[in-house]
């Protein structure tokens, strides 16, 4: 299975009475297949995944599956605090089509390096599904080093992690971790032209919500090696990324998807809406440039 390229971290829209809203997740899918993403992360993070019910992850995952049927990877978000809750979403995931499990460090409870370790042996042995590694050092309040990340590769079942940090040293030690049995897959926006460049096999991206087809043509300029078309297409999508850094995510690229009409701006609490205001003005202009936006609001 080739996991690569421009992959995106999907949001989850929700209706006004704050369900979720299948209609508009079956419309961002589509603008997603027609723009060139080459696979799917459902009820990560952006999907605002610790917000769901247990149903409506299987809705919401079922729903992805059928209806991307077999077009690109379909990857879950399974990653929770507890191992044997992440052990089960990931059977569940996998009872539901997924293709692969995305299993983010656990967070709040900062485990050490041993227990990281073992964490991620413990999934990938009894979860059923491949699984990519998530680094995110702000959101999980510990990091997953590359040294406990050079001994999990040899896993057969874990296939990959995406790493967050994008500064140099951390660019430069995943890069060094790199196989053809393990890929390593930026997390960042902001620096993932450097990591491609480094060698990262693709990018699982939030601002691909929203601009599908430039970020797609972004992952390829960077894939190829070539410095200049890099920059030239780094250049083009850098205004709509730094609107994006205006609050924490999903915040923003749900106002985006509002402004394409894919879905209402709200996530759920305790998240809240993008106010009217610079940073939602910010956001509607750097995306007009890019894309044409369903509503002026």
Known sequence: MDISGSITALATP??????????????????QLAGGTQAVVVAGSTGESH???HDEFKRLLAFAVKHINKRVPVIAGTGEAGTAKTIATTR?????????ALVVAPFYVRPTQEGLHRHFLAVADQGGLPVILYNVPPRTGCDIAPETVAVLRDHPGIIGIKEARGDAE??????????????????????????MLAGAAGTISVVANLVPGPFRAFCDAARSGDAGRTASATARLAPLIDALNCAPN???VKAGLALLGLGLAAPRLPLVE?????????????LAALAPLATAA
Do not use: C, N, W
Request: net charge negative.
């Open 250 to 252: 999903p915040i923003p």
């Open 274 to 286: 993008l106010e009217p205001g610079p940073a939602l003005a910010k956001v509607r202009e750097t």
């Open 14 to 31: 929700f209706a006004v009475d704050g369900s979720l809203d299948l209609d508009a997740f079956g419309r961002l899918l589509d603008q």
């Open 51 to 53: 917000f769901l019910e």
């Open 170 to 195: 951390r660019i430069r030690a995943m890069a060094e971790l790199i196989r053809p049995d393990f890929v390593y897959l930026s997390g960042d926006d902001g620096s993932a032209h450097q990591a």
């Open 92 to 100: 569940l995931a996998k009872e539901l089509g997924a293709d692969v």
